[in-house]
């Protein structure tokens, strides 16, 4: 089965019904992607598939055969990180870092769809992605430094 990871085109031998997670984990050696619950409730595992955040732990291999995949690894890299990979070290966001991958990828699809999100925007979106550590009110100031990074427009939540 041919699958377009990260904008390279990779090829793999696994049954249709192989949770996307375990394929880009295990075969493709892309371990950003987290396993968190395996149920798709907290987030941990989620990529984007054409643009729009999926939970890889419950996404088939065979239902994005043919799509763009992104992880975490494809957002940015160390020469040109993303403008919320950046604003995640400077507002200190990670404590243990496990489910950051995921909350990543979910502040990107917000971005995506609204370049300026309130408070609300973000907290909507954002509830699907759990971080035990309670890292949210850091989560919230990294996205809207990064809204402002992006569009240079003033930050959108509340002071």
């Known amino acids: 089965m041919k699958l377009k990871v990260n904008e390279e085109e990779r090829e793999v031998d696994v049954p249709e019904d192989v949770p996307l997670l375990w394929v880009l984990r295990e075969e493709l050696g892309l371990n950003g992607t987290k396993f968190g619950c395996g149920r798709a409730l907290c987030g941990a595992c989620t990529v984007h598939v054409d643009g729009a955040p999926k939970r890889a732990c419950v996404t ?25 990979q950046q604003a995640w070290m400077e507002h200190n966001v990670p404590q243990c870092g496990y489910c950051q991958p995921g909350q990543l990828m979910m502040a990107a699809a917000l971005l995506r769809s609204k370049p300026e999100p309130t408070d609300a925007d973000i907290d909507a979106v954002m509830a699907g992605s759990i971080c035990r550590c309670g890292t949210y009110p850091r989560i919230r100031k990294a996205i809207h430094a990064a809204a402002k990074a992006r569009t240079g427009a003033p930050k959108g939540g509340t002071p």
Do not use: F, R, Y
């Open 60 to 84: 088939a291999v065979g239902d994005v055969a043919g799509q763009a995949i992104t992880t975490i690894e494809g957002l940015g890299d160390e020469a040109q990180l993303h403008a919320l």
